[in-house]
């Protein structure tokens, strides 16, 4: 047993040291994904398996659970009795121990105490440009199975007794697109283990082993306590949503993601029953990936400041049928994880709404991202590179979404225009918000931007990828959707072409203008009830056109129906 | 007799430092006026000086330290701004990074913007990232848009156009016409200000400046103006970000420079302080009522940053790193949903301040607990000046404690452990996170509250020394003392290194130079006394972000290969590993021209009144310094009183007007030939 203000200095130290492996990490890899995206995540674990630190809010959420199991996973590969100091162990399927999908490569390094005894774990994830595969960076939605997105790694010693372990290193390097990139990547990556390895052990130095094991349990439980409390402020119920995903990027079905929330006393239960079966594409989400999404809603709606780690998963139940677009199971494809995640955050959030009304938030304007690929007429060599838009933030029950940013699991920062024009041979035109494009509401939905481009290169090719193309993103307690996303080749030219699904492998010309438009994000509440001032405000900004204006001063000026509506 | 003068200004009270030639240093301080920032601090300098017998025309030197740029950023005060830009890409204020300021609280909005949307306008032009122009300026659509900002009524425009850094001509056709058509707005083009390629940090900084030049501009002509009517003869310095001065007359032409004015002095006169010690690296550890700041310093000199957040935007300006976190005296302890004591970041700040200052407060701070503890006193500080209310202090810190279960004394402590470990997450986010060891590194104490907890941090994570100065709450006002003229001058260009380059990587460098010296001569700076330092930003090819290093004088090919290897061995030290095979590219290049000016020798306080210790013992008190031990009574000495080669052992308290230092047991404190107090651990 510790005194709690041992736990919160504990707490606060051994979070200093998952910032600093953060912050190594960043620093020292190659991947654009890791350095600009920080798409990347470091952990402290107890000697269970269970995570205890992560940093702070720097980390993208979907890693928030991506590296559960990546612990268990090595202890069931080599027993305790083979994890020896110096050691460190990679891995990165997500059927054994890996992260969420393949380019996500974890590294695991055991702590050992002053005792000499294994006490806890350091890991991290980088998500890795390339891992080899049918398609450049492991991207493309139509591939079938894991097989074809890329070299899958069982837990795999990739440092022994302090030495890294070069063939390993050159069995990964050899199979990627940009093996260079691959060696630099791993090689910070153990940096930032062995940073973790030094500030735990000043810990342990510092408050002995049984201190420090006692406060790790303590900070589970604080976790767990803070959470359980603020659910047993809230009315038992139970609550539902539906949505769906465009399709599947192969087919034109639309794809269901359905979920039950059932709270009750101090817990909560998710039950994703009636969701599609897993696709035959890219799009599927495994469990990690679904439980990250949950628990960053949880957070959000919940108690934003909660400390991620282990102990506010007891609390959470989730439920997902096996063999489900949320929990698929092996080979289904997972690269493109985020279309299921993105819409996964959205029923939750929707359910949820019925809980914590003063809290919720409508559905978000998702992403649309872009791949091309070609050879750069400056260079002569084969060049590609990804962006993906932010749509509009879903309105919340106190204030307008915001415009193009990331809500829920995902979202990485934008490349600056001037790096992207200097890197690849493209053109943009422009950059801006989709004027119009929030849903309207008490509070409304923030905007989509719009992109457009021209690309220079020979052998031109796009691929997209996104959400809410067709199935736009709804409003909330009667608040409109937003404005769906979309891509137009060539727009208000005479070969214009609207792209309202993913396309892989579309050739470009020179002279093609491709224009990325992101959705708007879903409004809250009565439009009527919006402040007049709000709606002068959006005409004199621009964030809405003068027909809206117009439609709404129109609506407000007719006596309301006796029943609300409900959306 | 000739002087030198620091004016430093902070949120409570204005700072003065007068120091004479012989090293002799004398302080004062007022109140801050905030109605009228630059007449209540000159009606406090010209008292200061009849008070002192001090003809304003004997002050050959002074410089001012100026928190008027980031007040006027923080407090939204700035001028009615607009921007313009290239056609497209109005919204590069609004979609910025298209991140939330937290990725999870969706109360915390994204900052408004400095400029609204509809003051943000685009104009028809494009220039390509090798400079060539796509598209020609088209004056008569930009005469269009510049009347429509006359009719909005704005006071300073900025200039951002796509690459420009390549190629700054059009920029420079509409500055011109922007003249012309609005002749009295301030004026700002963003290849001046940063010329450098990522566009919205340039936008941003662009903005930034153009926001807080005409209030720097009015408020330092007033400064000056006030000083010439004092008569003093010699030019208004302004301490900058960067940890040097600039003459004041045209500082407001780069105002953007000026934002971290204040911190930066401090960190100086850290550094100062670390240098007089013999320590080339320290931290310094500023803690006031509401913050702490802590900044790295290596081989004597502060650690810089390029880019930082300035309530919440991405300023790009050649600032000292400062980490700073919301921790001082008056921050406030609280315990959190999950039931534990957390402390800070908000403040009960100076109103109404502590529970201890009896204006009021009644929510538990951390002076409240040193306080309680009789780490503080508990009749009174700043020499009498300002009582305490022991028993206020013991009612708030009471009240936590029973909703803990623990008792006050014991709340107390718990308090200055948490905040403690926050200022500790804080020293490890400047070294650890940076790639150094702060072990090798003394901690320099300053600020109010500094000396107070310096000990205990340093201990817990195994400093080795800690140096209290002989002011620690007037260090900032120092530091603007011992300054040097020094500006930055940067450019982007890309180049791969190599020696087929060498003469383009040189021609940047010495254009650079030209640009510096060139600044220097219009300031009439003396150039004999100058030099220059060179910095080149590397990466290998495919990386997305840069290591500065150091460049070398690039005088034929063979150079580029030692500038090659310290990019080489800084990659290294600090990832783990370089790669010799890869292309190696610079993105930017980075001049900072410095012009030293002479110091004196030493600098002391005053002449020392004592020659005994115990002359110095005012009193002795119980002291908590652990829960399990109980109180210890421990001598309490008035730091003026204790004579030079003196040897303190803990426990022991040690109090001065500006602050108070404590001296936990098994540790010892030794008074230095300059009055500085060097505590050894261990």
Same mark, same amino acid.
């Given at each position: 047993?510790?005194?709690?203000?041992?736990?919160?200095?504990?707490?606060?130290?051994?979070?200093?040291?998952?910032?600093?492996?953060?912050?190594?990490?960043?620093?020292?890899?190659?991947?654009?994904n890791?350095?600009?995206?920080?798409?990347?995540?470091?952990?402290?674990?107890?000697?269970?398996?269970?995570?205890?630190?992560?940093?702070?809010?720097?980390?993208?959420?979907?890693?928030l659970s991506?590296?559960?199991?990546?612990?268990e996973?090595?202890?069931?590969?080599?027993?305790e009795?083979?994890?020896?100091?110096?050691?460190m162990?990679?891995?990165?399927?997500?059927?054994g121990?890996?992260?969420?999908?393949l380019n996500?490569?974890?590294?695991?390094?055991?702590?050992?105490?002053t005792?000499?005894?294994?006490?806890?774990?350091?890991?991290?994830?980088?998500?890795?440009?390339?891992?080899?595969?049918?398609?450049?960076?492991?991207?493309?939605?139509?591939?079938?199975?894991?097989?074809?997105?890329g070299?899958?790694?069982?837990?795999t010693?990739i440092?022994?007794?302090?030495?890294?372990q070069?063939?390993?290193?050159q069995?990964?390097?050899?199979?990627?697109?940009?093996?260079?990139?691959?060696?630099g990547?791993?090689?910070?990556?153990?940096?930032?283990?062995?940073?973790?390895?030094?500030?735990?052990?000043?810990?342990?130095?510092?408050?002995g082993?049984?201190?420090?094991?006692?406060?790790?349990?303590?900070?589970?439980?604080?976790?767990e306590?803070?959470?359980?409390?603020?659910?047993?402020?809230?009315?038992?119920g139970?609550?539902?949503?539906?949505?769906y995903?465009?399709?599947?990027?192969?087919?034109?079905?639309?794809?269901?993601?359905?979920?039950?929330?059932?709270?009750?006393g101090?817990?909560?239960?998710?039950?994703?029953?009636?969701?599609?079966?897993?696709?035959?594409?890219?799009?599927?989400?495994?469990?990690?990936?679904t439980?990250a999404?949950v628990?960053?809603?949880?957070?959000?709606l919940l108690?934003?400041?909660?400390?991620?780690?282990?102990?506010?998963?007891r609390p959470i139940?989730?439920?997902?049928?096996?063999?489900?677009?949320?929990?698929?199971?092996?080979?289904?494809?997972?690269?493109?994880?985020?279309?299921?995640?993105?819409i996964?955050?959205?029923?939750?959030?929707?359910?949820?709404?019925?809980?914590v009304?003063?809290?919720?938030?409508?559905?978000?304007?998702?992403?649309?991202?872009?791949g091309?690929g070609?050879?750069?007429?400056?260079?002569r060599?084969y060049s590609?590179?990804?962006?993906?838009?932010?749509?509009?933030?879903?309105?919340?029950?106190f %204030? &307008? =979404?915001m415009?193009?940013?990331?809500?829920?699991?995902?979202?990485? #920062?934008?490349? *600056?225009?001037e790096?992207d !024009?200097?890197?690849?041979?493209?053109?943009?035109?422009?950059?801006?918000?989709?004027?119009?494009?929030?849903?309207?509401?008490?509070?409304?939905?923030?905007?989509?931007?719009?992109?457009?481009?021209?690309?220079y290169?020979?052998?031109?090719?796009?691929?997209?990828?996104?959400v809410?193309?067709?199935?736009?993103?709804?409003?909330?307690?009667?608040?409109e959707?937003?404005?769906?996303?979309?891509?137009?080749?060539?727009?208000? %030219? &005479? =070969?214009?072409?609207?792209?309202?699904?993913?396309?892989?492998d579309? #050739?470009?010309h *020179?002279?093609?203008?491709? !224009?990325?438009?992101?959705?708007?994000?879903?409004?809250?509440g009565?439009?009527?009830?919006?402040?007049?001032?709000?709606i002068?405000?959006?005409?004199?900004?621009g964030?809405?056109?003068?027909?809206?204006?117009?439609?709404?001063?129109?609506?407000?000026s007719?006596?309301?129906?006796?029943?609300p509506?409900?959306? | 007799?000739?002087?030198?003068?620091?004016?430093?200004?902070?949120?409570t009270?204005?700072?003065?430092?007068l120091?004479?030639?012989?090293?002799?240093?004398?302080t004062?301080k007022?109140?801050?006026?905030?109605?009228?920032?630059?007449g209540?601090?000159?009606?406090?300098l010209?008292?200061?000086?009849?008070?002192?017998?001090v003809?304003p025309?004997?002050?050959?030197?002074?410089?001012?330290g100026?928190?008027?740029?980031?007040?006027?950023i923080?407090?939204?005060?700035?001028?009615?701004?607009?921007?313009?830009?290239?056609?497209?890409?109005?919204?590069?204020?609004q979609?910025?990074?298209?991140?939330?300021p937290d990725r999870?609280?969706l109360?915390?909005?994204?900052?408004e913007?400095?400029?609204p949307?509809?003051?943000?306008?685009?104009?028809?032009?494009?220039?390509?990232?090798?400079?060539t122009?796509?598209?020609?300026?088209?004056?008569?659509?930009?005469?269009?848009?510049?009347?429509?900002?006359d009719?909005?009524g704005?006071?300073a425009?900025?200039?951002?156009?796509?690459?420009?850094y390549?190629?700054h001509?059009?920029?420079?056709?509409?500055?011109?016409?922007?003249?012309q058509?609005?002749?009295?707005?301030?004026i700002?083009v963003s290849?001046?200000?940063?010329?450098?390629f990522?566009?919205?940090?340039r936008?941003?900084?662009?903005?930034?400046?153009?926001?807080v030049?005409?209030?720097?501009?009015?408020?330092?002509?007033?400064?000056?103006?006030?000083?010439?009517?004092?008569?003093?003869?010699?030019?208004?310095?302004?301490?900058?970000?960067?940890?040097?001065?600039?003459?004041?007359t045209?500082?407001?032409?780069?105002?953007?420079?000026?934002?971290y004015?204040?911190?930066?002095?401090?960190?100086?006169?850290?550094?100062?302080?670390?240098?007089?010690?013999g320590?080339?690296?320290?931290?310094?550890?500023?803690?006031?009522?509401?913050?702490?700041?802590?900044?790295?310093?290596?081989?004597?000199?502060?650690?810089?940053?390029?880019?930082k957040?300035?309530?919440?935007?991405?300023?790009?300006?050649?600032?000292?790193?400062?980490?700073?976190i919301?921790?001082?005296?008056?921050?406030?302890?609280?315990?959190?949903?999950?039931?534990?004591?957390?402390?800070?970041?908000?403040?009960?700040?100076?109103?109404?301040?502590p529970?201890?200052?009896?204006?009021?407060?009644?929510?538990?701070?951390?002076?409240?607990?040193n306080?309680v503890?009789?780490?503080?006193?508990?009749?009174a500080?700043?020499?009498?000046?300002?009582?305490?209310?022991?028993?206020?202090?013991?009612?708030?810190?009471g009240?936590?404690a029973?909703?803990?279960?623990?008792?006050?004394?014991?709340?107390?402590?718990?308090?200055?452990r948490?905040?403690?470990?926050?200022?500790?997450?804080?020293i490890?986010?400047?070294?650890?996170?940076?790639?150094?060891?702060?072990?090798?590194?003394?901690?320099?104490?300053?600020?109010?509250?500094?000396?107070?907890?310096?000990?205990?941090?340093?201990?817990e994570?195994?400093?080795?020394?800690?140096?209290?100065?002989?002011?620690?709450?007037?260090?900032?006002?120092?530091?603007l003392?011992l300054a040097d003229?020094?500006?930055?001058?940067?450019?982007?260009?890309?180049?791969?290194?190599?020696?087929?380059?060498?003469?383009?990587?040189?021609?940047?460098?010495?254009?650079l130079?030209?640009?510096?010296?060139?600044?220097?001569?219009g300031?009439?700076?003396?150039?004999?006394?100058?030099?220059?330092?060179?910095?080149?930003?590397?990466?290998?090819?495919?990386?997305?972000h840069?290591l500065?290093?150091?460049?070398?004088?690039?005088r034929?090919?063979?150079?580029?290969?030692?500038?090659?290897?310290?990019?080489?061995?800084?990659?290294?030290?600090?990832?783990?590993?370089?790669?010799p095979n890869?292309?190696?590219q610079?993105t930017?290049?980075?001049v900072?021209?410095?012009?030293?000016?002479?110091?004196p020798?030493?600098?002391?306080l005053?002449?020392?009144?004592s020659?005994h210790?115990?002359?110095?013992?005012?009193?002795?008190?119980?002291?908590?310094?652990?829960?399990?031990?109980g109180?210890?009574?421990?001598?309490?000495l008035?730091?003026?009183?204790?004579p030079a080669?003196?040897?303190?052992h803990?426990?022991a308290i040690i109090?001065?007007?500006d602050?108070?230092?404590?001296v936990?047991?098994?540790?010892?404190?030794?008074?230095?030939?300059?009055?500085?107090?060097?505590i050894?651990l261990?």
């Amino acid at each position: 047993m510790v005194d709690p203000t041992t736990v919160q200095v504990i707490m606060s130290r051994l979070q200093s040291v998952a910032q600093e492996m953060f912050a190594t990490l960043v620093r020292a890899s190659y991947s654009a994904n890791i350095k600009e995206r920080m798409d990347c995540s470091c952990a402290v674990f107890n000697r269970r398996g269970e995570v205890i630190a992560m940093p702070g809010e720097s980390a993208i959420p979907i890693h928030l659970s991506s590296l559960d199991g990546v612990v268990e996973a090595t202890l069931s590969a080599f027993g305790e009795h083979d994890i020896l100091p110096g050691d460190m162990f990679i891995a990165n399927d997500p059927y054994g121990g890996g992260g969420s999908h393949l380019n996500d490569l974890t590294v695991v390094a055991p702590v050992f105490g002053t005792s000499g005894n294994l006490v806890s774990f350091v890991t991290n994830l980088a998500h890795h440009s390339d891992i080899g595969g049918a398609a450049v960076g492991g991207r493309a939605v139509h591939l079938a199975t894991i097989f074809e997105e890329g070299l899958r790694i069982p837990p795999t010693r990739i440092m022994r007794g302090g030495v890294p372990q070069q063939d390993v290193i050159q069995l990964v390097a050899l199979n990627s697109r940009l093996p260079q990139d691959r060696i630099g990547d791993l090689r910070a990556q153990l940096a930032s283990n062995s940073v973790g390895l030094r500030g735990l052990s000043e810990i342990y130095e510092r408050f002995g082993e049984d201190t420090v094991r006692a406060a790790m349990d303590g900070i589970l439980d604080y976790s767990e306590r803070r959470l359980r409390s603020a659910l047993r402020t809230l009315p038992d119920g139970m609550y539902s949503a539906v949505d769906y995903v465009d399709d599947d990027g192969v087919g034109d079905e639309p794809m269901r993601i359905q979920v039950a929330v059932t709270k009750s006393g101090d817990s909560l239960k998710f039950d994703f029953s009636g969701t599609s079966q897993q696709a035959n594409s890219a799009i599927n989400s495994p469990l990690q990936a679904t439980r990250a999404t949950v628990l960053c809603v949880v957070k959000s709606l919940l108690d934003p400041d909660l400390p991620p780690n282990a102990g506010i998963r007891r609390p959470i139940s989730i439920s997902a049928p096996l063999g489900s677009l949320v929990n698929c199971t092996a080979p289904a494809a997972v690269g493109e994880r985020m279309v299921a995640c993105w819409i996964v955050g959205d029923v939750v959030a929707g359910a949820l709404a019925e809980l914590v009304p003063g809290e919720s938030a409508a559905a978000y304007g998702g992403q649309l991202g872009y791949g091309v690929g070609c050879i750069d007429v400056r260079t002569r060599q084969y060049s590609v590179e990804y962006q993906a838009f932010a749509g509009g933030h879903g309105a919340t029950s106190f %204030a &307008d =979404g915001m415009d193009s940013v990331a809500q829920w699991a995902s979202g990485a #920062p934008n490349a *600056p225009i001037e790096a992207d !024009e200097i890197a690849f041979p493209i053109i943009i035109h422009r950059y801006e918000l989709r004027d119009g494009s929030g849903g309207l509401g008490q509070y409304r939905g923030g905007l989509g931007v719009r992109r457009s481009f021209s690309v220079y290169g020979e052998a031109t090719m796009l691929a997209t990828v996104g959400v809410r193309m067709r199935v736009p993103p709804p409003g909330l307690f009667g608040g409109e959707k937003g404005l769906p996303a979309c891509v137009v080749i060539n727009p208000g %030219a &005479d =070969g214009e072409v609207r792209l309202t699904r993913m396309v892989t492998d579309y #050739p470009l010309h *020179p002279s093609d203008v491709v !224009e990325v438009q992101s959705a708007g994000g879903g409004g809250w509440g009565d439009s009527r009830k919006r402040d007049p001032e709000a709606i002068r405000q959006d005409l004199h900004e621009g964030k809405i056109l003068p027909e809206q204006a117009e439609n709404w001063l129109r609506s407000v000026s007719v006596p309301e129906p006796a029943k609300p509506i409900v959306g | 007799m000739a002087y030198r003068l620091g004016i430093d200004i902070g949120g409570t009270f204005a700072d003065f430092a007068l120091l004479s030639n012989d090293g002799e240093l004398r302080t004062f301080k007022v109140p801050t006026r905030s109605e009228d920032l630059a007449g209540g601090c000159l009606a406090g300098l010209a008292e200061f000086l009849a008070d002192q017998a001090v003809e304003p025309s004997a002050i050959l030197y002074w410089a001012h330290g100026t928190t008027v740029a980031m007040n006027a950023i923080l407090e939204r005060k700035g001028a009615r701004t607009a921007l313009l830009v290239t056609e497209g890409f109005r919204d590069v204020l609004q979609i910025r990074r298209q991140l939330k300021p937290d990725r999870y609280d969706l109360h915390r909005a994204k900052p408004e913007s400095l400029v609204p949307r509809s003051r943000c306008l685009e104009i028809r032009e494009r220039v390509l990232f090798d400079g060539t122009v796509r598209v020609p300026l088209d004056r008569e659509h930009l005469e269009r848009q510049v009347a429509r900002l006359d009719a909005e009524g704005v006071e300073a425009v900025a200039i951002c156009l796509l690459h420009s850094y390549a190629n700054h001509q059009h920029e420079d056709e509409v500055r011109e016409l922007v003249r012309q058509m609005l002749p009295v707005a301030y004026i700002t083009v963003s290849h001046e200000v940063l010329p450098e390629f990522r566009e919205y940090p340039r936008a941003a900084t662009t903005v930034a400046n153009a926001y807080v030049g005409p209030s720097l501009s009015r408020y330092l002509g007033r400064f000056a103006e006030g000083g010439r009517e004092m008569g003093i003869e010699s030019p208004l310095t302004v301490f900058q970000s960067n940890g040097g001065i600039t003459p004041a007359t045209g500082a407001d032409r780069l105002a953007v420079n000026m934002l971290y004015s204040g911190p930066a002095a401090g960190v100086e006169g850290a550094a100062y302080v670390a240098g007089v010690t013999g320590h080339e690296r320290a931290i310094s550890f500023d803690m006031g009522g509401t913050s702490c700041d802590v900044c790295l310093i290596q081989g004597g000199r502060p650690m810089l940053a390029q880019e930082k957040e300035v309530a919440g935007f991405p300023i790009r300006s050649t600032r000292v790193d400062v980490h700073s976190i919301g921790a001082g005296g008056g921050s406030i302890a609280w315990m959190n949903a999950g039931g534990l004591l957390e402390v800070g970041p908000d403040s009960a700040g100076s109103n109404p301040g502590p529970a201890a200052y009896g204006r009021g407060g009644a929510r538990p701070t951390v002076t409240d607990a040193n306080v309680v503890l009789g780490r503080l006193n508990g009749r009174a500080l700043l020499d009498g000046r300002l009582s305490i209310d022991l028993d206020a202090a013991r009612a708030a810190i009471g009240g936590l404690a029973r909703r803990l279960g623990l008792t006050p004394e014991e709340t107390a402590l718990a308090i200055l452990r948490v905040v403690n470990t926050n200022m500790i997450g804080a020293i490890r986010v400047v070294s650890v996170e940076r790639g150094v060891d702060y072990r090798d590194c003394v901690l320099i104490a300053f600020g109010g509250a500094g000396p107070l907890h310096a000990v205990e941090v340093a201990r817990e994570m195994g400093f080795r020394r800690v140096i209290v100065p002989l002011a620690p709450g007037i260090l900032c006002a120092l530091g603007l003392l011992l300054a040097d003229y020094r500006r930055d001058f940067t450019r982007t260009r890309m180049l791969t290194v190599g020696r087929e380059t060498w003469k383009e990587i040189a021609g940047t460098f010495a254009d650079l130079e030209r640009q510096a010296r060139s600044w220097a001569q219009g300031q009439s700076i003396p150039l004999d006394s100058s030099e220059v330092f060179r910095y080149a930003y590397l990466r290998h090819r495919g990386q997305s972000h840069e290591l500065r290093v150091t460049a070398p004088a690039i005088r034929q090919a063979s150079h580029v290969d030692e500038l090659l290897e310290t990019f080489h061995k800084t990659h290294t030290s600090a990832y783990g590993y370089s790669d010799p095979n890869a292309q190696v590219q610079i993105t930017n290049f980075h001049v900072a021209f410095v012009s030293r000016l002479p110091r004196p020798p030493t600098v002391s306080l005053h002449k020392r009144r004592s020659t005994h210790l115990s002359d110095a013992l005012v009193a002795r008190r119980d002291v908590w310094l652990q829960a399990t031990s109980g109180p210890v009574l421990a001598p309490v000495l008035r730091r003026e009183l204790i004579p030079a080669g003196s040897t303190i052992h803990g426990p022991a308290i040690i109090e001065q007007l500006d602050s108070t230092t404590v001296v936990p047991a098994e540790t010892q404190a030794n008074v230095d030939e300059h009055g500085n107090l060097i505590i050894s651990l261990t």
